[in-house]
């Protein structure tokens, strides 16, 4: 291509002119006296080239396409015979888990869908059209295998992002849309926040049975090379199975399609912080208040604000919690421990405290405690030490209870 740039006063006009070889290209023709190649700083000659090769170049792939597409239909199979399957290979890569929303089960991520077939109809001789082997037309323009996500969750159950195939001269099409695939997940949250979940994307041609299009996975695994990191999930296993299924309907044709199974650990860091590690702080801070003197007017105090503090924390990090009833969730059966045992000390305290306030006059003592006792001031100063130690066991064994079990399965499994 040819273009002039004119340095000095004088105005250039550009218009466009067509080669011998039909190319078109752009000239600047001064409307001053002053010459077209002058050095001095007055213009500017730039040449392109590859102004030629790319001229025979789209004349060679515009002519391809023309003698590809005359009289191709995309609805039709591209098989040599209608007896003959198209033989598709599907490799699915896992890019991103976006989105794990427990309460409605649904899975959202970002993959990208490879799939390779042949198309007898579109074959071509190199030699014929400038040594051209690989070309990329639209998607739309030719047959494709309507692949489907069968447990969709959102309606979108075809691939919605129409990009262009890799055309080869021997037929063979590659086709790597990407998606945003939002499948159904049964999530089980009775480990919750140690929970191990197994979520499948199905995949399968939607109009045609295994007799016409048959689906073959690239791979026992799905693609993850490319997967970045979740901040809350880390895959465990990933496997993909191939399925012959037979319906009621048509017993003797199979229907294929390709499960592509993803084990995810959940990773609980930010749950053990934000709602275990308090919880545990509060139960302790329970426990303490049996270290007060029995007569200390801030022994009832501190029991109120621990479970008004507690109450106001649950209130808080609720929405942290799967919303289900399908399972108490682990850390549900932790939160309500700490509710309970918290309450407890409440009742327990207020016996300690009317035990220290009691006198022979209104409260005989029985025999049994006489032995041990003259007044019920030692009594209520007894009853607080062993309910410290008491409440401090408790509060470790219950805590080491409710999460040991779950701990050492995932231990065994990672």
């Not at 600047?28 to 050095?39: F, G, H, R, W």
């Not at 895959?235 to 199979?254: E, I, N």
């Amino acid at each position: 291509m040819f273009l002039i740039l004119r340095n000095v006063c004088g105005v250039c006009v550009c218009h466009e002119f067509t080669s011998p070889l039909g190319h078109r290209s752009i000239n600047a023709t001064p409307t001053d006296t002053t010459s077209d190649l002058e050095i001095g700083g007055q213009c500017i000659l730039l040449f392109s080239s590859d102004m030629f090769g790319s001229a025979w170049c789209s004349e060679d792939e515009t002519r391809l396409l023309q003698t590809l597409f005359t009289g191709y239909d995309k609805v039709v199979r591209p098989v040599s015979h209608y007896r003959d399957p198209v033989v598709v290979t599907v490799g699915l890569q896992l890019i991103q888990l976006i989105n794990v929303d427990e309460v409605n089960q649904i899975v959202t991520s970002n993959v990208r869908l490879k799939q390779i077939w042949e198309d007898v109809n579109l074959k071509w001789n190199p030699d014929d059209y400038g040594g051209i082997r690989k070309i990329r037309i639209p998607s739309t323009d030719i047959w494709r295998p309507d692949l489907v996500l069968y447990n969709n969750a959102d309606g979108e159950f075809a691939i919605v992002h129409e990009t262009k195939v890799l055309l080869e001269n021997t037929g063979r099409i590659t086709w790597n849309p990407p998606a945003i695939f939002k499948s159904y997940c049964e999530i089980i949250v009775l480990h919750f926040p140690f929970d191990l979940q197994n979520c499948s994307m199905k995949l399968g041609t939607w109009s045609y049975d295994g007799t016409l299009v048959v689906i073959n996975p690239d791979s026992d695994r799905p693609d993850l090379s490319n997967f970045m990191e979740s901040g809350e999930w880390v895959m465990q296993d990933y496997r993909s199975w191939k399925h012959w299924v037979y319906y009621a309907c048509c017993p003797d044709t199979p229907y294929l399609d390709i499960t592509y199974h993803f084990l995810m650990l959940r990773l609980p860091l930010y749950f053990i912080v934000n709602v275990i590690i308090p919880c545990l702080l509060f139960s302790f801070l329970t426990g303490l208040v049996f270290y007060l003197p029995t007569d200390s007017g801030e022994k009832m105090t501190l029991s109120i604000s621990v479970l008004l503090s507690l109450t106001v924390f649950l209130l808080v990090i609720v929405e942290l919690i799967p919303s289900t009833s399908s399972a108490v969730p682990l850390i549900g059966k932790y939160m309500l421990f700490t509710m309970v045992f918290v309450i407890a000390s409440i009742v327990i305290t207020v016996i300690v405290i009317n035990t220290h306030h009691r006198s022979p006059s209104t409260h005989a003592m029985p025999q049994w405690v006489r032995k041990a006792a003259e007044e019920w001031k030692f009594v209520a100063m007894v009853m607080d030490h062993i309910l410290l130690w008491v409440f401090m066991a408790v509060c470790i064994i219950g805590t080491v209870g409710v999460f040991a079990g779950r701990l050492i399965e995932l231990s065994r499994i990672g």
